[in-house]
C-alpha cells in the first residue's frame, strides 16, 4: 500500500474519538498524527486511554498537518469548527448531527439553534455508503449517519426501494448507554440504567427527521411517510437492536423478501442477512449490521430486526467506511473484525 494518509481526530476523549482512535491505529492506510481535545491538551493520549498504544502522540489545541479530519464534537460546535478545516483545504468527515438534515429550518426546529453555515448543508454527503458510496468518493464533507438512522434506514430501504411495503411503518428501538456519550446524566447513571429499560423521545426524537430524509428519498416515486419511531435505553454498554414494522402492498413470504435483500445489499461488506433474529452482542466491536427480514403470514406484515454496534457501524467505524471509499481505498480496509461473542 502507499504512503499512510495522515489523518486528526478532533476530541479524542469522547466514546466516538476513542473507537475513531483505536481503529485508525490499527488501520494500513491512515497515520494517526493529531488529536485534540479541551480537557486534556498536552498530556499522551496512551495516558488518557492505557488501552491505546500511541507513543508519544500528545492531545494538542488544533490540527495543524492532516489531510483528512474526524470531527467528534457535539452538535453545534462541530459546525462552528468545521469551515476553518475546509477552509484550509481538509477533508472531514463528521460524526456529529451537524450535517445531515439538508433543511436548515429542519436542523434549527430539532437542534434549537440556528445552523451556522447553512451554506454547507447541500454539499455535505450524507454518509450512508450503501446508499451513497457514489457521491462520497468525491466529497470534502461527510454527515456520519446517527446510530439509531443506520440501523433504520438499512432495514427498511430496500423495500421502500420496490415499492413493496406501505408507507405507515413504525420502528421499536433499544440502544446501549453509550449511545448517549461520556457525559454523566440522570437517565445513564449506573443506579438508573442498570436492570431497567426505559422508554424515551415519544414526543419525537432527533434522529427522526434524519431517517425520514433518508428514507423518502430512497422510496419508489418519492412517496410520503408516516413514521413512528420510539427508542428505548437498554441496560448494556453497546448496541442497538431496531424491530422495524410495515405492512406488505402486495402477498410475498419470507423468501421472497430475502431475495430482495440480498440483491439490494449485493456488494454491501457490511450487511449480512442472518439466519435467525440477530442479537446485539454477535455486532458488539465489529462494522456489522445484521438483518433478519420476515413476513407474519397471518396479518402481511413485513418485520425487520436490525443489529449494529451503535459505536462502530453507527458511528466511529461507519466515519472510516466513509473516509476509505474518500480515500480511494478498499471499503472494508482496516474494519474487518468480527464481532465479540459473548
Known amino acids: 500500500m502507499a504512503e499512510r494518509i495522515p489523518v486528526a481526530i478532533v476530541n479524542v476523549t469522547s466514546y466516538t474519538g476513542c473507537e475513531l482512535a483505536r481503529l ?11 488529536v485534540t481535545a ?3 491538551q498536552g498530556q499522551l493520549l496512551s495516558d488518557v486511554f492505557p488501552h491505546l498504544p500511541t507513543g508519544n502522540l500528545t492531545i494538542t489545541e488544533q490540527v495543524k498537518e492532516a489531510q483528512l479530519v474526524f470531527v467528534a464534537l457535539p452538535h453545534g460546535a462541530a459546525a462552528e469548527a468545521i469551515p476553518g478545516l475546509l477552509a ?7 460524526l456529529s448531527a451537524d450535517f445531515r438534515l439538508r433543511d436548515p429550518q429542519t436542523y434549527a426546529r430539532w437542534y434549537k439553534h440556528t445552523h451556522p453555515c447553512p451554506e454547507l448543508l447541500e454539499e455535505a454527503v450524507y454518509g450512508l ?33 420496490r415499492g413493496i411495503i406501505k408507507p405507515d411503518i413504525i420502528v421499536d428501538a433499544k440502544s446501549g448507554v453509550s449511545g448517549a456519550g461520556r457525559s454523566l446524566s440522570l437517565t445513564t447513571h ?20 434524519e431517517m425520514e430524509q433518508e428514507l423518502t428519498q430512497v422510496a419508489k416515486d418519492g412517496a410520503a411517510l408516516r413514521f413512528t419511531f420510539i427508542p428505548h435505553l437498554a441496560p448494556m454498554t453497546r448496541g442497538i437492536l ?12 419470507t423468501e421472497a423478501v430475502r431475495a430482495l435483500y440480498e440483491d439490494f445489499y449485493a456488494g454491501a461488506p457490511f450487511v449480512r442477512l442472518t439466519p435467525r433474529p440477530p442479537e446485539t452482542k454477535w455486532t458488539a466491536g465489529s462494522n456489522s449490521c445484521l438483518l433478519y427480514p420476515t413476513v407474519e403470514q397471518r396479518t402481511q406484515r413485513l418485520i425487520v430486526i436490525s443489529c449494529i454496534d451503535n459505536l462502530i457501524k453507527g458511528a466511529s467505524g461507519q466515519a472510516v467506511q466513509c473516509a476509505n471509499i474518500l ?6 480496509t482496516g474494519l474487518t473484525a468480527f464481532g465479540l461473542f459473548p
Open 129 to 161: 455508503c450503501e446508499l451513497h458510496r457514489d457521491e462520497l468518493r468525491e466529497a470534502r464533507l461527510v454527515g456520519n449517519p446517527g446510530c439509531y438512522p443506520t440501523a433504520t434506514i438499512l432495514a427498511l430501504a430496500p423495500v421502500l426501494a
Open 327 to 332: 480515500c480511494g481505498l478498499p471499503e472494508e
Open 38 to 40: 479541551r480537557s486534556t
Open 24 to 34: 485508525i491505529l490499527q488501520h494500513p492506510g491512515f497515520q494517526l498524527c493529531e
Open 242 to 253: 431496531a424491530t422495524c414494522y410495515a405492512n406488505l402492498a402486495e402477498p410475498l413470504d
Open 190 to 209: 449506573f443506579s438508573e440504567a442498570d436492570e431497567n429499560l426505559a422508554a424515551y423521545g415519544l414526543d419525537g426524537h432527533r434522529h427522526a427527521p
Open 88 to 94: 484550509e483545504g481538509r477533508r472531514v468527515v463528521d
